[in-house]
């Protein structure tokens, strides 16, 4: 909590007044440090017909893709995480894309929602990394308002229909002294996506360069800092973009949707 | 251990071995005590028809059904826990149903496969039993050769689909000085029921006599003795039955399938 005290802007009203309050179009940020004890989560909607797929990838790579939540189809109501609310027009910002292209970024996706859409949220890194900062460990990025470092890597997704592809990981510079606190704060929270899947060297995991991510910031690297790489959430966006669906829709990057969920709630332990 | 070797037939072969000699007709007991530091899995064998409902619903209700495999719709190879295994003949004994009801029992379900076939693997409670024994908890239906007892609560699951109804637990009477190491070492596998769902009075959960089981056999409590309830392997089995599937394939109780992955596998920390 210190670090998001020091430099970020900290909002720690109920999840229920912030949706209002996006949903009135009065709360236009990202959501990093929004009701920061709640879990948020990322958001991808396929139509029926690619759900079935989509679950069953998820299921079979748990730790890129921390399942919170699937709608009925049709609802937009995610009964589990947040009873009343409507993922239609509790998230700042929604991208729709058409087979893999983006054509339109909104603030309400109600236009855009069909009988037939499945709405899947999934864990994100906000939880883990609190948890993180909470047991006292040192993440630069937060420190200096960036985002995480991510990668592709050569490590494949067990493949699910339709979908398939690389591992997508972020990197956080761990010092050697908060090691066993980065992997012990961040296993317990295997609805977050868990436990590191890397430790050390980038290229074992396919990494040539870890001052290049393929997205978000480069990361400062002190001396002796240890790169710890964690399975990341945009791996299930990527897949299911890569197999150009006709249509998807997904938050905006940074405007993850607002559960009801306390971060213990995801807490194996 | 101590407790398994004492009173238990213990097989530590490994998995592969202990598999072919199922396929091959040379081991037809139940499986408890093979192979204790491996996961075993309950089976369900829907067609894909029900396959999105009941994935779903095993979604929804992560406790009750711990998935550990889904097998793509036609392959009777559980690529994820057991590469190279055969779930229509690496099991001791099957059931087989139709409208719900059992049709037939067969060791060998090779005869009712079908292309439309989806298996799912759960996870079950020899993996926490197990994680309680090593930690020194003691449990009477093991020291005494006895089942759990089970009971359907009052706790609903949350629907998906076809699929809803209650519930199952399975209880162990725990001595109030092995209460916390049994809450603990359960909660560390999450993919095999997890921690107890809950912990004391029977009544709150809808059980009217903590001696009369729906399932399983009555439990002894000793002076003290706490009882203590789990998320059981049952209830998607109860659930799936009772919307009378057209066909659906089962586990014959007790004999399990025998995974690949060690219990550690499953542990969340």
Chains 1, 2 share one sequence.
Request: hydrophobic content about 40%.
């Amino acid at each position: 909590m210190l670090q998001y005290n020091r430099l970020m802007s900290i909002d720690v009203r109920h999840p229920k007044e912030l949706r209002a309050a996006i949903r009135g179009g009065k709360l236009t940020r990202t959501t990093a440090g929004l009701a920061p004890d709640y879990v948020q989560a990322n958001l991808a909607v396929l139509p029926k017909e690619q759900a079935y797929d989509f679950l069953l990838f998820c299921q079979r790579n748990p730790r890129s893709c921390p399942l919170l939540e699937v709608t009925d189809a049709g609802s937009a109501e995610p009964k589990g995480v947040a009873p009343g609310a409507d993922l239609r027009t509790d998230i700042v910002k929604y991208r729709i894309y058409k087979h893999g292209e983006v054509v339109d970024e909104v603030t309400d996706a109600t236009a855009y929602w069909r009988d037939d859409l499945v709405a899947f949220l999934l864990g994100c890194s906000f939880t883990f990394e609190q948890a993180m900062v909470q047991a006292g460990v040192r993440l630069w990025h937060l420190e200096n308002e960036k985002a995480v470092a991510m990668w592709r890597t050569n490590i494949e997704c067990r493949p699910a229909g339709v979908f398939h592809g690389p591992m997508v990981v972020s990197m956080r510079p761990i010092r050697p002294g908060d090691l066993s606190k980065a992997v012990t704060a961040s296993a317990r929270f295997p609805g977050a996506h868990g436990a590191p899947v890397h430790i050390g060297d980038p290229a074992a995991i396919g990494i040539t360069d870890v001052q290049k991510p393929h997205y978000g910031d480069a990361q400062h690297m002190a001396s002796g800092d240890i790169p710890v790489f964690w399975a990341c959430g945009v791996t299930p966006q990527a897949v299911a973009l890569a197999s150009k669906p006709p249509f998807m829709i997904t938050h905006s990057p940074g405007h993850m949707f607002i559960t009801d969920l306390p971060n213990s709630a995801l807490s194996a332990l």
